[in-house]
């Protein structure tokens, strides 16, 4: 399982994305997040990060910790949830939209 808790036996622990994170994935981190919901998410050593469990983390918000091993991930979706070195990069990228996509 690519998705566990780093302590089951804290409520309020860490959940841990490691290795491919597959769509089977999401419906686990949701479970995990609905039954801690102040849990933080370490990213850091997931290698590939489906676009369901990046949705999960878009919708409930858990503070991220590390930075995602996934590069594109880190590079592109990491700033969506305001997190990695490149959150800053987003602006960037909006500033460069053509005037009548607004």
């Keep these: 399982m690519s998705v566990r808790r780093a302590s089951p036996d804290e409520p309020d622990g860490l959940i841990l994305l490691e290795g491919a994170c597959p769509v ?7 479970g995990h997040l609905a039954g801690a919901p102040r849990a933080a998410v370490d990213w850091s050593g997931c290698t ?3 676009t369901a469990v ?3 983390l878009l919708r409930l918000r858990p503070p991220l910790r590390g930075t995602c091993g996934d590069p594109f991930a880190a590079r592109w979706l990491a700033p969506a949830l305001g997190a990695g070195a490149g959150a800053g990069d987003a602006s960037i990228v909006a500033s460069r939209r053509p005037a009548g996509d607004a």
């Design 24 to 30: 089977e994935d999401a419906e686990t981190l949701a």
């Design 48 to 50: 590939r990060l489906h």
């Design 54 to 56: 990046f949705q999960v």
